[in-house]
């Protein structure tokens, strides 16, 4: 779940600290969010999970706030 979270936030352009306020985590939890994402999906760069995400509809909507 704060996976998906983090996801959400980081496709809204959110910085990591960003990230880290709005889920009241550390910048190294989100981090290793980040990481564990990118492994289930098979991506290598922030920037392939993000154009993965996209092209995939991945996030409908969000309940973090």
Request: net charge positive; aromatic share 16%; hydrophobic share 35%.
């Given at each position: 779940?704060?996976?998906m979270n983090c996801l959400?936030?980081?496709?809204?352009?959110?910085t990591?600290?960003?990230?880290?306020e709005?889920l009241?985590?550390?910048?190294s939890?989100?981090?290793?969010?980040i990481?564990?994402?990118?492994?289930?999906?098979?991506c290598?760069?922030?920037?392939?999970?993000i154009?993965?995400?996209?092209?995939?509809?991945?996030l409908?909507?969000?309940?973090?706030?």
């Open positions: 779940h704060q996976e959400y936030f980081l496709l809204r352009g959110y990591r600290k960003e990230i880290a709005q009241g985590v550390s910048c939890s989100v981090g290793s969010y990481e564990r994402i990118m492994l289930k999906l098979g290598k760069r922030r920037s392939e999970l154009d993965y995400a996209w092209k995939n509809q991945f409908i909507f969000n309940n973090a706030q």
